[in-house]
């Protein structure tokens, strides 16, 4: 990979963890909770999902298969299975809440979906550029 798509990948991580963890402290502060109840490890685990969807995403856009939306099938599931063991690994630590399989499942589904539907305006937008 060139030094411009590793720059892309890292701004493009940078960016979603920072406005996810942005959010998330929002919220927080909404429902009047001051401090992260789940502390350090919970900013790691965010960390470390969102590092697996990303990853899976970028390599999703190397796949050499014509159809956008197969490609993104191909990827997600197995990085959606990878989220799940993250999440399974993580309940060897502390004990899991009764949510975290269906949090992650919505919560990683809706941010690759997002990418998604970014990426697929910007295939579309450089198709009818170059048509021109």
């Known amino acids: 990979m060139s030094k411009k798509k590793w720059i892309s990948i890292l701004s493009i991580y940078s960016i979603i963890y920072t ?27 965010r960390a470390m999902i969102l590092l697996i969807g990303v990853a899976a995403f970028e390599l ?8 956008l939306i197969f490609r993104y099938i191909i990827a997600y599931i197995p990085s959606q299975l990878l989220a799940f063991i993250y999440v399974w ?14 949090d992650i499942c919505i919560n990683f589904t809706s941010l690759f979906i997002l990418l998604c539907l970014i990426n697929m305006m910007i295939s579309i937008y450089k198709e009818k550029r170059s048509k021109r």
């Not at 963890?21 to 685990?45: A, R, V």
């Open 89 to 102: 690994f993580s309940g060897l630590r502390e004990e899991l809440a009764k949510t975290a399989y269906r």
């Open 19 to 45: 406005v996810i963890t942005l959010l998330n402290s929002i919220l927080y502060l909404q429902n009047g909770i001051y401090e992260d109840p789940s502390g350090n490890w919970h900013e790691l685990d």
């Open 60 to 67: 999703c856009t190397e796949l050499p298969i014509k159809s």
